[in-house]
């Protein structure tokens, strides 16, 4: 006997088919979400380093905060073209316009 799915009766779905497929794009979107946030909290790294560079008391280790600030910036930059995110990219943008206006 066959339930409402169409399967047999004591038979268990295995995921495949079109019932997982179903879930895809919410799948994406949980995925998108947390890189955005990933990225987020790569940008307020940069952030403090930026900060660090410009505090008295951290000029002893100002080539190691270079260092550090500049290979954050690079994995951003990847992160970025590796999951295609531009919208992070535009708000960082404004942001630094506004913080120098």
Do not use: C, W, Y
């Not at 169409?6 to 995925?31: L, P, S, Y």
């Not at 380093?49 to 280790?61: K, R, S």
């Amino acid at each position: 006997m066959k339930d409402l799915e169409g399967h047999m009766k004591g038979e268990k779905h295995r995921g495949g088919g079109h019932k997982g497929r179903r879930h895809h794009h919410g799948a994406q979107t949980f995925r998108r979400g947390r890189a955005l946030e990933f990225l987020e909290r790569l940008n307020v790294k940069r952030i403090t380093l930026t900060q660090q560079l410009e505090a008295p008391e951290f000029q002893e280790i100002k080539q190691v905060i270079l260092g550090e600030l500049k290979a954050i910036e690079l994995i951003i930059d990847e992160f970025t073209k590796h999951f295609d995110i531009h919208e992070v990219e535009d708000m960082n943008t404004k942001e630094n316009q506004s913080e120098n206006e």
